[in-house]
């Protein structure tokens, strides 16, 4: 055991160094997420490879959570196995860059392996990552601490996606293959960057019991008594509703409309600046009436999202879009995930999101891949086929949420119970639940993050053994 005081000062660094290495992971994340279908694409790749390209590794990383557990326990250490990941996966991005080069359709087969390996990789990773971190913080302060993180790593992958959209955009008339060569083996340059700050964080030694070790379908077995299998089933009806289309949004945008990569970037910007402004507004509220009531809100938003897109094909139409879409996924993210580090104990924890992002990972595949296949056969709508699916996407993300938001409960002990208008009306500030204007749709000025060095919870830190 260490001191109270010693225990704070570590777990205090450790959630420093967490939002740190956290900039250089969201910078990666959001080239990986808004210009690897464009790589694609200038690759050669034909819409089902794009299907291809998204399905395969996600299943495949998917079903590498099986064995999360036991690797963790081969290795003995969460940060031990977060730290060699992180560099395995930062070595993998390196041919990535140089696929630049190499403008043929054979091509695209090498950049799905490569892709494959790196999701591999990061969903071991962030098992790991999220089991070790949830523990540095009380649980009611869960929500506050990872939507003002979110907030601040977001705001680094808007400027790197900025950057990347720049970039792409003054080279288009000289060399496209230098622009996204020079992307992935930056993201490759930061993901070693990283390693500077995790090697800062704490270790906290994992408990192991037999009442703990449970095979994938001994938890499948519980659907029927198990509130957290019912809110993995939730979560991937959404997933595969939602997989349906988004692959193919930004085929839609840069091959269909033909818009520039300025354009493109625009649009991804603004669905990040919706996540900005929501990650703390959501989080204030969830640690108020939980983070149940705001998944089944969110899960009817998001499935309103893609008809939006059949409204009108003016930028700036879209623009909008976009950012009421980054604001509502930005609500549906954070709070499944801090939904499960409040169902599930520490020493399951591990194990359970292995579960549900392998259960997740199959939805996202079958979703993407059925998308893939259908989008060649659909009749078009609008001039577009795309557009068809946008609207059985939106179906099916309608049909996920009446039929399953009424299976999974809140677990919070204490949380304030409210109708789901309400607490839309909250969020957008017209009847606000929590006193102080900060409490909702507060538009703080991000400068201010930047100058914020630390988070600094007053008494919330849980007493642990750390390991330097």
């Not at 059949?310 to 954070?334: A, C």
């Not at 939904?339 to 399951?348: M, N, W």
Request: proline share 3%.
């Amino acid at each position: 055991m260490i001191s109270d005081n010693l225990q704070e000062e570590k777990i205090k660094q450790s959630l420093s160094a967490s939002w740190k290495e956290g900039i250089l992971a969201s910078i990666m994340s959001g080239i990986m997420d808004y210009y690897l279908i464009p790589f694609a694409l200038f690759l050669g790749a034909s819409t089902s490879e794009i299907g291809l390209l998204v399905a395969i590794p996600t299943l495949l990383g998917a079903i590498s959570l099986l064995f999360a557990v036991r690797s963790l326990k081969l290795i003995g250490s969460r940060l031990k196995f977060i730290l060699i990941g992180v560099f395995l996966q930062a070595l993998f991005l390196i041919p990535v860059a140089f696929l630049a080069y190499c403008k043929v359709c054979n091509w695209v087969i090498l950049l799905i392996i490569l892709i494959t390996i790196h999701k591999i990789i990061l969903n071991l990773v962030s098992a790991a990552w999220g089991s070790l971190v949830s523990e540095y913080i009380a649980e009611n302060k869960r929500g506050e601490y990872f939507g003002w993180r979110s907030q601040v790593i977001g705001l680094a992958g808007l400027i790197g996606v900025i950057i990347a959209g720049l970039l792409l955009y003054f080279l288009k008339d000289k060399s496209i293959a230098t622009g996204f060569f020079i992307l992935f083996l930056s993201i490759s340059i930061g993901r070693f960057l990283s390693l500077y700050f995790m090697a800062k964080m704490a270790d906290i030694p994992q408990q192991h019991s037999k009442e703990t070790d449970f095979t994938f379908w001994m938890f499948i077995k519980r659907f029927k008594e198990s509130n957290f299998v019912k809110f993995v089933l939730f979560t991937s009806g959404v997933t595969f509703a939602t997989y349906l289309a988004a692959p193919y949004f930004s085929v839609y945008v840069l091959r269909d409309l033909n818009y520039s990569y300025l354009t493109y970037m625009i649009l991804s910007l603004s669905a990040m600046i919706g996540g900005l402004i929501a990650f703390p507004i959501w989080g204030r509220h969830a640690d108020v009436v939980g983070n149940a009531k705001v998944l089944k809100l969110t899960s009817f938003l998001v499935a309103l999202t893609p008809l939006y897109w059949l409204i009108s094909k003016n930028p700036y139409y879209l623009t909008i879009v976009e950012i009421f879409s980054g604001f509502i996924w930005g609500g549906f993210m954070l709070c499944g995930t801090n939904f499960i580090y409040d169902a599930v104990v520490p020493q399951k924890r591990v194990r359970c999101l292995a579960y549900f992002n392998l259960f997740n990972g199959v939805a996202l595949f079958a979703g993407a891949t059925c998308g893939g296949y259908l989008v060649q056969y659909l009749p078009p709508l609008f001039g577009y086929q795309i557009l068809t699916l946008f609207c059985i996407s939106s179906f099916f993300r309608f049909l996920a949420h009446f039929i399953l938001t009424g299976h999974f409960k809140e677990v919070k002990a204490e949380y304030k119970k409210l109708r789901s208008h309400e607490l839309f009306f909250s969020v957008i500030g017209i009847q606000p639940i929590m006193g102080g204007n900060r409490d909702y749709l507060s538009f703080p000025l991000l400068l201010n993050y930047l100058k914020s060095k630390v988070y600094k919870p007053k008494n919330t830190y849980p007493k642990k053994d750390l390991k330097s």
